[in-house]
């Protein structure tokens, strides 16, 4: 008897999961997808054409053809593309769909479970946390900073242009832009300005590389399992890059220690009500 309950019960719910993942699919099969492979969906693409640029095409192609929604398959992960703002504030205004994808857990050995990563109670609280460092009022107090960035940005431009024999070079914007980005983050937010542009370059590739591992990983079926990764050469490769990147982070944060060891001042601005504001790393420091 007892094994004819056992053999019930697990009748009962395989039939159950069985239902609910025919009724997924015939939910998800009423929202646009580019053709994809039955069992991979449409993975076959990005293990052919694994570069960002050509993903971006491709993924921009599908929201031109099929949007303002469409869906997209990676084996059994499936995600939903919104385009229309009214949409995304339909999902957006309610916090029982604030939960990050499964894609986001592929950061985690980089940048742990931040305020990028986390989702629920923990990613509102760490929100409200660091909601004032970017008041408005600190923002304008950034003023000259971004000013002096993008002067020295257009000069670099300009300088590339008056080298060009024939004056009007085609210039990669991407890697100029990104140090401006992130001179004016390390100064702003992080209070640590005059970073190294050898320094900033080297961070930006390491970036650039986390995002190729990502890609990597949702390519590869074998690489979506923990213990099969840990054990690839791409694991090595993300180890040593995370380490690159961990590294240029403690230098930021060391030097803003002691910065305030020295004893400069961690106030941005003050609020109309006099409530002192300061920048996000001595927040959090």
């Not at 869906?71 to 769909?97: A, C, G, K, Y």
């Amino acid at each position: 008897l007892v094994a004819q309950a056992v053999l019930w019960i697990l009748v009962g719910l395989v039939s159950y999961l069985l239902i609910q993942r025919i009724r997924f699919r015939k939910i998800l099969s009423s929202i646009p997808s580019p053709p994809g492979h039955w069992l991979v969906g449409n993975v076959e693409f990005l293990m052919k054409n694994p570069y960002p640029g050509k993903i971006f095409e491709y993924l921009r192609d599908c929201a031109q053809k099929y949007g303002p929604i469409y869906r997209f398959s990676t084996f059994h992960i499936v995600v939903i593309n919104l385009l229309h703002p009214d949409d995304m504030e339909l999902v957006l205004s309610q916090m029982r769909h604030m939960q990050k994808s499964r894609l986001y857990k592929f950061l985690g050995r980089w940048l742990g479970e931040g305020l990028l990563t986390s989702s629920g109670q923990k990613w509102q609280k760490r929100r409200k946390l660091l909601t004032p460092a970017f008041h408005f009022n600190v923002l304008q107090k950034f003023l000259d900073i971004f000013n002096e960035e993008t002067s020295d940005m257009v000069k670099q431009i300009e300088d590339i242009n008056a080298q060009s024999p024939e004056g009007k070079p085609l210039i990669n914007l991407m890697p100029i832009v990104t140090n401006l980005t992130l001179q004016s983050i390390t100064e702003t937010a992080l209070g640590v300005g005059g970073v190294e542009e050898d320094t900033l370059n080297s961070y930006r590739s390491n970036i650039h590389k986390m995002g190729q591992f990502v890609v990597a990983r949702v390519t590869k079926p074998w690489s979506l399992i923990p213990l099969v990764y840990s054990l690839s050469r791409d694991f090595k490769n993300e180890s040593n890059t995370i380490h690159n990147l961990h590294k240029f982070t403690y230098r930021v944060i060391k030097e803003r220690e002691e910065q305030l060891v020295d004893g400069r001042d961690q106030v941005v601005s003050t609020t109309y009500s006099g409530r002192k504001i300061m920048k996000m790393l001595d927040l959090l420091l």
